[in-house]
C-alpha cells in the first residue's frame, strides 16, 4: 500500500513538473514569435533594421522570472525562444544556417543577460539601483547576443559589418528597456524584483489624470506624423508627458507610456514620417538616433519613477507611523506633555495625553485631548513632512548620561545622549505628536498652565532650575523624582524624564513623561524599614548599621574625626527569659532600647544585632576618652530597674569600645567592639573594656584553631589520655576518666583548655566527643583482661550540645554496640551548667542513656548554682565535686562546708561521690575523715597516655598506698606508688 502510494505521488509530482515545462516552452514560443512578427512589422521596407526587437525584452524578462522561481523551466523558455526566432526567420525565406545561427542568439543573450540581473540584483537592492542593474544586464544580453550572431553569420552575409554591427545590439537594447521592465513590474515577483508595489499616492483625481496624462502623449507623438518635413527636436516633446507619469502615476504606467512612444517612433520611420523620418537623412544615423532617444527616455523614467516611488512608500510609513504615534501618545499610561521653553511663557504645557489630564488636572469630558493631536481632522491629507535631521535624545536609552540638578551647584552634564534618527520614533523631536501640538489658549484646564504651578512647592525651585538648563542647552535630558500635586491638591511623587527638543511650531520645548511611583515608593519604604530595622525595638539592624558606619568612616577619613563602637549586651538577660517568659522578655528589650536612645547623643546611632546585643555608633568624637564617658553613662543608667511585665527588673550590661584607624571597616569594627564586650563578659560583667591589639591577635588565634581543628579530626591528630579515678582506702583504680588531646604538627600536644572552648562554639565539640566516646570504649575493653577482674569504669564527658533531638543517646548506643563494653561500667559526664538548661527533649536524651544501663555523672558540681529540684529530678548516679572546693578545704573553712554538704547530700540521695583536683596528703586526709572513697587528681596520677594506663594496670593497679607513721598515734602516709610524671 505505501510503495503503491509512493508511485502515485511521485507520478502527480512528475506530471506537474511537465505541465509547467510545456507551459514555459508554450508561453516562451507564442510571446516571442508575436513580438518578433510585430518588430519586423515596424521596421517595413523603408528601414535597413528594426528601430526596437520586443521579442528579446519578453525572452530576457520570462528568463529573468523562471530562473528564479522555476529554474528547471529556464531550458523550456530559452527553446521556446530559440524555436519562435528560427521559425520567423524560415517563414521570412532565411537560409536554414541564418535561422539556426539567429535561434542560437536569441536564446543565449536573455541567459547571460539574466546571470547578470540576479546577480546584481542580490548585491544591489535597493530600488533606484533597479535602473543600473537592468542597464547592465541589458547591455549583456545585447552583446551576447550580437557576438553570437556575428560568429555564426559573418561566413553567410555579404553585409558590411558595420552594418552588422548596428543592426544587431541595438534593437535588443532596446527592446529590453522597453519591454523587460514593464513586464517584471507586472509579474507577481514585482515585490521582490522592485522592493516595493509601485502604487501611486491616493488621489480623488487620479484617474482624470490618468486620462489626461494618455490624450496629452498621444497628441504630442502621434501629431507629428501629420507634419510633413517636420525636424529632429519634434520627437523630444513626449519626454515631459513621460516624466509626469513616472512621478505622478507610478513608473508601470510611465513605462507603458515608453512602450507606446516606441511603436510611435518605429511606425514613423517605416511610414517615411515623423522627426525620425528615412526619407530626412542617412537612415543609418536616423535609426540609431530614434534607439537612443528610447534609451535615453526609458533610463529617465527608471530613475525619477524609483525615487518618486521609494518617497512615495517613506511617506506612506511616516503617516501610518504618525498617526499609529499620535494614538499611542493619546492612550499611553505615562504622563505625557510638552512644555513652552521660549520665554514667553516658559514651563507653559503645549498639550498633554489623557494620562496627563487624569493625573495632574481635571479632565473636561467635552474635551478630548486627542483632539489635541496632529491625526485630528486630516481628512486623508499628508501631514507636514518631519525635518529627518533635527537632532532627537531617545528617553528610552537607559544608559543616555543625565543630569540630577537636584544636587546643590551641580552645573549640568556635558555630554549628550544617543539620538534617534527615524522620524517615526515617539520621541523624535518633530514627532507628530510634539510638533502638531495644540493651541495652548484651547481653554483646557491644564493645557497653558504652567508646570511649577502644578508641583508641590518644595519642588518647584528643582522644576525651574531644569527649565531653565535644559533651556540653555545646560543639559539635553533630567532624570528623577519630583513631588507633583493631583487634582484635589494631595502630594504625590512622580517619576519624571525630560527631554530638550526642538520643534517647527513651538521652538524650544521640553517633552516631559511622567509616572506616579508614589504608592511603589511608599512600599519600598516599607520594604526597607522591615529589612533594614528590627521588627521589635524599630531600631536599625545590623544592615542598615553597616551603612551608618561606612558614611561615618568615610566622614572620618574625610575630616580627620574619631568614630567609637559601643557593643552593650545585658548580663543575665537569658535567665530573666527562660523565667519570665518571651513575652516579658520582648518587653524588657523594648524598654532597654528606649533607655539606651535616650542616653546618647543625636548623632549617635543606636542598632540591635542580636538578641540582647546593642550597638551604639558614636561618630564625631572629640577624643578617645569620650566614648569612655558615654559608656560610663550606659552603665549606670542600667544599675536603675526597668518597671516590666507589673514588676522591676534589674539588670547590669558589659560594653565593649573600639576605636576606628586608619584601616578599619564597618566589619573589623563590629568584630573588635564584639571581642572587647567578651572580654568584659569573662572579667566579671557590668564593666567597660577598650579593645586592643591583643584581642584581634586572640581573635585570629581562635579562627587559625578552629579551622585547624577541622583538618585534625579527618587527620587523625587527636588523641585519648586517661585519668585515673583511685580508691582513697587502699590506692586501687576503680576507673579512669578519658580525656582529649591534640598532637599539633607544630605546637606539639595541646591541653583541652587550647581548644575545646572553640570547639565549643560550633558543632565540632559534637565530632570530637563522638570521636573520643567511640575510641575510648574500645580501649576500655582490654582492661579487664589486663587486671584478672571485671573492666574498671570508664567515664567520658559529653558537651551539652548532644543533649536534645535523641542525638547523645544514639552515640552511645553505637559506642557500646561497636566495642562490646559493658553498659554499667561507661559512665556519661555532663558539666552541671549545661545540666541547667535541659529541657524536655534533652531529658528524654537522658532518659534513653540510662536505658542503655550507661550511668550519668555531674561533672564540676558546685560551680552551676543547681537547684535542690535539679538535683533530684535529673536521673544522676554520680557527682564529680569540682577542684575548686578540694583544693580551698584546708586552708578556708567555706570551701570544707560546701564540700561536707555536698557529699551529705549525695548519699542521701544514694549518689556516688568522687573528688576532682586532689593535689596533697592534707587533702587527702580531709577527704577520708569526710568519708569520701573515690578520688582523682594529681597527686594519685595526672592524666597518662593508653599504654602508661595498662602498664599501671598490668603492676596491680595500685597508686596510693597506706603505711603507718608511729606507735600509738597511727596516722595516714600517702605514697605514690605508681604515678608517674605528667606527660605534657
Not at 92 to 106: D, I, N, T
Request: proline share 6%.
Amino acid at each position: 500500500m505505501s510503495s503503491g502510494g509512493g508511485r502515485g505521488q511521485g507520478r502527480t509530482r512528475w506530471s506537474s513538473a511537465a505541465w509547467v515545462l510545456l507551459g514555459s516552452f508554450a508561453a516562451a514560443m507564442a510571446s516571442c514569435l508575436v513580438t518578433a512578427w510585430f518588430g519586423s512589422w515596424l521596421r517595413g521596407a523603408e528601414l535597413p533594421y528594426a528601430v526596437f526587437w520586443p521579442a528579446t525584452g519578453v525572452a530576457f524578462a520570462g528568463t529573468v522570472l523562471a530562473g528564479r522561481r522555476r529554474p528547471a523551466a529556464v531550458p523550456a523558455v530559452l527553446a521556446g525562444v530559440a524555436l519562435a526566432v528560427a521559425a520567423l526567420e524560415l517563414s521570412a525565406h532565411s537560409a536554414g544556417l541564418v535561422a539556426a545561427a539567429l535561434a542560437v542568439a536569441a536564446s543565449a543573450g536573455p541567459l547571460a543577460g539574466a546571470w547578470t540581473f540576479w546577480r546584481l540584483r542580490d548585491r544591489f537592492p535597493s530600488p533606484p539601483a533597479l535602473v543600473g542593474v537592468l542597464s547592465a544586464s541589458a547591455l549583456v544580453t545585447a552583446v551576447t547576443g550580437a557576438a553570437v550572431s556575428l560568429s555564426l553569420l559573418v561566413p553567410f552575409t555579404d553585409a558590411p559589418p558595420t552594418r552588422l554591427l548596428l543592426a544587431l545590439p541595438l534593437p535588443d537594447l532596446t527592446g529590453i528597456l522597453v519591454v523587460a521592465p514593464l513586464l517584471l513590474l507586472l509579474s507577481p515577483m514585482r515585490r521582490e524584483i522592485w522592493g516595493a508595489d509601485d502604487v501611486p499616492s491616493p488621489h480623488r483625481f487620479l484617474a482624470a489624470e490618468r486620462v489626461l496624462q494618455s490624450l496629452v502623449l498621444v497628441l504630442t507623438a502621434v501629431g507629428p506624423l501629420a507634419l510633413s518635413g517636420s525636424t529632429l527636436p519634434l520627437a523630444l516633446l513626449p519626454l515631459p508627458i513621460v516624466l509626469w507619469a513616472a512621478v505622478r502615476l507610478g513608473v508601470r504606467w510611465a513605462l507603458a507610456d515608453v512602450v507606446v512612444l516606441a511603436v510611435v517612433s518605429a511606425g514613423s520611420l517605416a511610414l517615411g514620417r515623423g522627426p525620425f523620418a528615412a526619407g530626412q537623412g542617412d537612415g543609418d544615423a536616423l535609426l540609431v538616433v530614434a534607439q537612443l532617444d528610447l534609451v535615453t527616455t526609458v533610463a529617465v523614467v527608471l530613475v525619477l519613477g524609483a525615487y518618486a516611488s521609494t518617497a512615495r512608500q517613506t511617506s506612506r510609513v511616516v503617516r501610518s507611523q504618525a498617526e499609529l504615534l499620535d494614538q499611542a501618545f493619546a492612550d499611553a499610561l505615562p504622563a505625557m506633555f510638552l512644555v513652552s521653553l521660549d520665554g514667553r511663557g516658559r514651563g507653559r504645557i503645549l498639550t498633554a495625553n489623557r494620562s496627563a489630564h487624569a493625573m495632574l488636572g481635571d479632565h473636561d469630558p467635552a474635551h478630548d485631548p486627542a483632539a489635541d493631536l496632529p491625526g485630528a481632522g486630516w481628512d486623508g491629507a499628508a501631514a507636514d513632512q518631519p525635518d529627518l535631521d533635527a537632532p532627537v535624545v531617545d528617553l528610552t536609552d537607559t544608559d543616555a548620561p543625565v543630569v540630577d540638578l537636584s544636587l546643590p551647584g551641580h552645573p549640568g552634564h556635558p555630554g549628550r545622549p544617543d539620538h534617534q534618527d527615524h522620524p517615526g520614533h515617539p520621541d523624535h523631536p518633530d514627532h507628530p505628536s510634539l510638533s502638531g501640538v495644540a493651541d495652548p489658549d484651547d481653554g483646557d484646564g491644564l493645557i497653558g498652565s504652567t508646570w511649577s504651578d502644578l508641583v508641590d512647592v518644595s519642588d518647584r525651585s528643582l522644576v525651574d532650575g531644569l527649565l531653565v538648563a535644559l533651556a540653555q542647552e545646560g543639559a539635553p535630558s533630567w532624570r528623577g523624582e519630583i513631588a507633583h500635586l493631583r487634582p484635589d491638591a494631595q502630594p504625590f511623587t512622580a517619576l519624571v524624564s525630560a527631554v530638550r527638543t526642538v520643534t517647527e511650531r513651538h521652538g524650544v520645548c521640553a517633552s516631559v513623561q511622567m509616572v506616579d511611583v508614589h504608592d511603589r515608593k511608599a512600599a519600598e519604604h516599607a520594604l526597607r524599614q522591615v529589612a533594614l530595622h528590627d521588627p521589635l525595638t524599630g531600631l536599625p539592624n545590623r544592615l542598615l548599621l553597616a551603612e551608618h558606619i561606612d558614611k561615618a568612616l568615610a566622614v572620618r577619613a574625610r575630616e580627620h574625626t574619631r568614630v567609637a563602637l559601643l557593643c552593650c549586651d545585658a548580663d543575665g538577660f537569658k535567665a530573666v527569659n527562660d523565667a519570665a517568659g518571651a513575652a516579658v522578655g520582648d518587653e524588657l528589650l523594648t524598654a532597654m532600647a528606649e533607655r539606651l536612645l535616650s542616653l546618647v547623643r543625636p548623632t549617635d546611632t543606636v542598632a540591635r544585632v542580636g538578641g540582647d546585643e546593642f550597638v551604639v555608633l558614636c561618630p564625631d568624637l572629640g577624643d578617645a576618652d569620650e566614648a569612655q564617658v558615654i559608656a560610663r553613662r550606659l552603665l549606670a543608667a542600667f544599675e536603675l530597674p526597668f518597671p516590666v511585665g507589673g514588676t522591676s527588673i534589674q539588670l547590669s550590661m558589659s560594653v565593649g569600645i573600639a576605636t576606628a584607624g586608619e584601616e578599619t571597616t564597618a566589619e573589623t569594627l563590629l568584630g573588635d567592639a564584639d571581642a572587647a564586650m567578651h572580654r568584659a563578659k569573662r572579667r566579671g560583667r557590668n564593666r567597660v573594656e577598650t579593645y586592643v591589639d591583643e584581642l584581634r591577635i586572640q581573635a585570629e588565634r581562635r579562627v587559625r584553631v578552629a579551622s585547624d581543628l577541622r583538618r585534625a579530626l579527618s587527620a587523625g591528630e587527636l588523641r585519648v589520655h586517661y585519668q585515673p579515678i583511685v580508691d582513697l582506702r587502699d590506692g586501687a583504680i576503680m576507673g579512669a576518666e578519658a580525656l582529649v588531646r591534640w598532637q599539633h604538627p607544630e605546637l606539639g600536644l595541646l591541653s583541652p583548655a587550647s581548644f575545646l572552648d572553640i570547639a565549643e562554639e560550633s558543632d565540632l565539640i559534637c565530632e570530637i566527643d563522638d570521636w573520643v566516646l567511640a575510641r575510648a570504649c574500645v580501649e576500655a575493653t582490654t582492661w579487664a583482661a589486663l587486671t584478672g577482674r571485671p573492666a574498671l569504669d570508664l567515664h567520658v564527658n559529653l558537651s551539652a550540645r548532644h543533649l536534645g533531638h535523641r542525638r547523645a543517646s544514639r552515640a552511645v548506643r553505637s559506642a557500646l554496640g561497636n566495642s562490646g563494653l559493658s553498659p554499667r561500667r561507661l559512665v556519661v559526664e555532663l558539666t552541671e551548667t549545661s545540666l541547667l538548661t535541659v529541657n524536655r527533649s534533652a531529658r528524654a536524651d537522658l532518659d534513653e542513656i540510662k536505658d542503655t544501663g550507661a550511668r550519668l555523672a555531674a561533672d564540676d558540681f558546685g560551680t552551676g548554682y543547681s537547684t535542690m529540684t535539679q538535683l533530684v529530678a535529673l536521673p544522676l548516679d554520680q557527682i564529680k565535686i569540682d577542684r575548686y572546693f578540694v583544693t580551698g578545704m584546708v586552708q578556708d573553712t567555706r570551701a570544707l562546708a560546701v564540700v561536707q554538704a555536698l557529699t551529705g547530700l549525695a548519699r542521701s540521695l544514694h549518689q556516688d561521690v568522687i573528688a576532682e583536683g586532689l593535689e596533697t596528703t592534707d587533702q587527702a586526709d580531709t577527704l577520708d575523715g569526710l568519708g569520701v572513697v573515690a578520688v582523682q587528681g594529681y597527686l594519685p596520677c595526672p592524666p597518662v597516655e593508653p599504654d602508661e594506663l595498662c602498664r599501671i594496670v598490668e603492676g596491680g593497679g595500685r597508686l596510693l598506698v597506706r603505711t603507718p607513721s608511729g606507735p600509738g598515734a597511727p596516722t595516714r602516709d600517702l605514697d605514690l606508688a605508681g604515678a608517674v610524671a605528667d606527660p605534657a
